[in-house]
């Protein structure tokens, strides 16, 4: 039946509440469309603005990484710890369960192997293919100061005009050659160049000192990269000292299916990231579930 009869109460318009409009709360995001904000929303947790992103995308460029053999038995029990998964489109194709799967962050550059100068990358991931996969994002490698910058740079920003087309948000991840020190002062240099640019978001290593200056001059959320395993607990440490000085989460690849128990480890990283527990707090959580075989046990979804 037609509303051709004026049945409302007056009450109800609320005529003296003003409009509310509530843009995703993450930085650099307030003046981008609302498809990004969705999206943004699902790698970051809203209730904290943090996120733990699981990185198990390092195959691309150097095969069967120790701990990644067999991503079905590694990785797949980990995912309901993760706020999102950074992984190839191959990856997910073959291995990830779509009915289990976190938000996924998929691995749009590549090309050489560990055999050739990493920096040589092209887009590999159409980002229509990204849309078909449903991604919640998109990562490109920028190698400021490698051999290959502005061609690193140019597929960044070609992503970037793709996203905005499709409301797909660009990772932008600052590689570090073995000729540069990661050092504040270049990692200023790296992430700021990547967000003047348009990258949504900004991967990068952790300092010290001075890493709160880098997040304080990267206007959009910056990630903290993992790196390479170190002891658990400080790996711990990292993290927090990462988030205590402006980071916006971590994404963690090594640390935590290199761990000698993953689950538990995942857990601690949580802890740090989204509950600000102390480092050496959630080095016990760890200890206490790898001892207790809580990492076997069916895990409970992130919140």
């Known amino acids: 039946m037609p509303d051709d009869q004026d049945l409302t109460d007056g009450a109800r318009f609320a005529t003296s ?56 038995l590694s990785i797949v029990p980990l995912l309901p710890y993760a706020d999102a998964l950074m992984t190839t489109r191959g990856m997910v194709r073959s291995t990830i369960p779509p009915a289990a799967a ?39 490698q920028v190698f400021i100061g490698g051999e290959y910058e502005t061609q690193s740079v140019r597929n960044m920003t070609r992503l970037v005009d793709a996203g905005q087309r499709y409301g797909i948000p660009v ?19 790296a992430t700021r160049i990547c967000a003047e640019l348009g990258a949504h978001m900004v991967k990068t290593y952790y300092c010290e000192p001075d890493f709160d200056t880098v997040a304080a001059a990267c206007p959009v959320p910056l990630v903290m990269a993992g790196g390479k395993k170190l002891p658990e607990r400080d790996a711990l440490v990292m ?31 949580g802890a740090v990231v989204h ?29």
């Open 17 to 72: 509440v003003p409009a509310r409009h509530e843009p995703f709360g993450l930085r650099g995001c307030g003046a981008l469309d609302w498809g990004m904000q969705s999206r943004l929303a699902r790698v970051f947790r809203p209730a904290t603005g943090r996120t733990v992103m699981l990185a198990i995308d390092h195959g691309y460029f150097q095969g069967p990484t120790s701990g990644l053999e067999r991503v079905d």
């Open 102 to 140: 976190p938000p996924i962050v998929l691995r749009a550059s590549g090309g050489p192997s560990v055999l050739r100068d990493l920096s040589n990358e092209r887009i590999a991931v159409g980002m229509e293919d990204a849309v078909r996969i449903n991604a919640c994002a998109v990562a490109v």
């Open 171 to 189: 990772l932008a991840v600052t590689a570090v050659g073995r000729e540069l020190t990661r050092d504040a002062r270049y990692l200023r240099l």
């Open 239 to 269: 993290a927090a000292n990462a988030v205590q000085n402006g980071a916006a989460g971590v994404d963690m690849g090594r640390n935590i299916f290199q761990s000698e128990a993953p689950q538990a480890m995942i857990r601690a990283v």
């Open 275 to 303: 509950e600000s527990m102390k480092p050496e707090d959630a080095y016990d959580q760890y200890v206490l579930a790898a001892a207790g075989g809580q990492a076997d046990r069916a895990p409970a979804p992130a919140g």
